[in-house]
């Protein structure tokens, strides 16, 4: 039996965030219960795979109602879990309850992953985040008191008219809190989103791209100096607590998606599921299925993500697994890019390993176009 990741969709939201490209949607509190059902029906029709981790993400999973908790919570007992699944669920401040965060206890859920992006009130509002910093404390504080002992929290950098200082601060405010992860992303100004719009007329005040790369230093020396150790260009953990889940999409390994826009990899196929929230729970209930593309990815395609995944991790990419995966020696393919990075001082190559320095991890993005065959 194949052991897979499983990640399970909630596309639901309080209110859509300026910077967001996600499938998620707000006012459609009124499909919740049609949807978790759909989304319950999925998750019961996977058969013979071994489940090592299941994130649950969205949208704003922590939004959804209670009874449409409770449906999905029947269908996630279905399904055949190893001994030391790790169970996330994402939530943003503000949309955590007892009720709820006892529930996911109940469901097994061992790890939360909370969504504060920046510790100063007028930054959240700028990003139209629904939730205060006194709302992330009290939600954080609620999880600690119920028993949850392996939290990661989100944060961004390159904010409209943020300083160096106010990351800083961010840093040091959050550190504070010893949270077990943290996800350190700088924004991305994504088309078809509120910020792009404001990009395009100008009137978004971004910091400069030198503000920005001090951001990302500060971002290294501080988290170092507090004992956090960086294991993914954007991710950091204390005391052995990797995500587990997000490192099989950086190791190339199986995963199945469920829920509206969910994407799976499985048995060298790609597939992804019905976006439209309405279309999804219609397709699950009528065919059983909501697939609308499904494809078998190619040995060079394959070959590509193995390289620009696995180079976001600081340890880079096994040379042995790449050859053992597909069969050839990892030179034969990529000898130029291989030869041009190391001797710049981009990239190190030892007996095992390939994998992106300080510098090279900078103009990652650069780098990694580069194994594009």
């Not at 029709?45 to 090592?52: A, C, L, Q, T, Y």
């Not at 490192?247 to 969910?262: F, K, N, P, R, T």
């Not at 993500?305 to 995966?325: A, N, P």
Request: hydrophobic fraction near 35%.
């Amino acid at each position: 039996m194949k052991n897979v990741a499983l990640y399970i969709h909630i596309p639901f939201c309080k209110q859509k965030c300026l910077y967001c490209d996600f499938p998620s949607y707000a006012g459609m509190e009124e499909h919740m219960i049609h949807y978790s059902t759909a989304l319950a029906k999925e998750i019961n029709s996977i058969k013979d795979k071994k489940i090592k981790t299941i994130f649950i993400g969205g949208g704003t999973p922590t939004y959804l109602s209670l009874a449409g908790w409770e449906i999905i919570k029947k269908s996630i007992y279905t399904l055949d879990t190893a001994g030391d699944l790790e169970f996330t669920v994402e939530g943003n401040p503000g949309t955590f309850t007892r009720e709820k965060l006892n529930l996911f206890k109940k469901m097994g859920v061992n790890r939360l992953s909370i969504g504060l992006q920046a510790f100063q009130d007028t930054l959240l509002k700028d990003l139209g985040r629904i939730h205060t910093i006194y709302d992330f404390k009290q939600s954080f504080e609620m999880a600690r008191d119920l028993g949850f002992h392996n939290i990661n929290i989100d944060l961004m950098f390159g904010l409209p008219g943020q300083t160096l200082a106010q990351w800083k601060e961010t840093l040091e405010n959050v550190t504070a809190l010893s949270p077990e992860h943290l996800s350190c992303y700088s924004l991305i100004i994504e088309e078809g989103t509120a910020f792009y719009k404001r990009f395009e007329q100008g009137t978004l005040s971004l910091p400069t791209e030198e503000i920005e790369r001090n951001m990302y230093h500060e971002t290294l020396e501080y988290l170092r100096e507090k004992g956090y150790s960086q294991y993914e260009i954007s991710n950091f953990e204390k005391g052995k607590r990797q995500c587990r889940h997000n490192l099989v999409y950086w190791d190339l390994e199986e995963y199945i998606g469920c829920g509206s826009a969910a994407h799976s990899y499985s048995d060298g196929f790609r597939y992804r599921n019905e976006e439209n929230v309405e279309n999804y729970i219609e397709k699950i209930n009528t065919e059983g299925s909501a697939i609308v593309e499904k494809k078998k990815n190619s040995t060079v395609a394959d070959m590509e993500e193995f390289m620009f995944m696995g180079l976001r991790k600081t340890m880079g990419i096994s040379k042995i697994e790449f050859t053992k995966r597909f069969k050839k020696d990892i030179h034969s393919v990529y000898e130029v890019v291989i030869n041009k990075y190391t001797s710049a001082g981009f990239m190190v190559e030892n007996k095992e390993n390939i994998f992106l320095t300080h510098e090279g991890i900078e103009v990652s993005n650069v780098i990694m176009a580069e194994f594009l065959l």
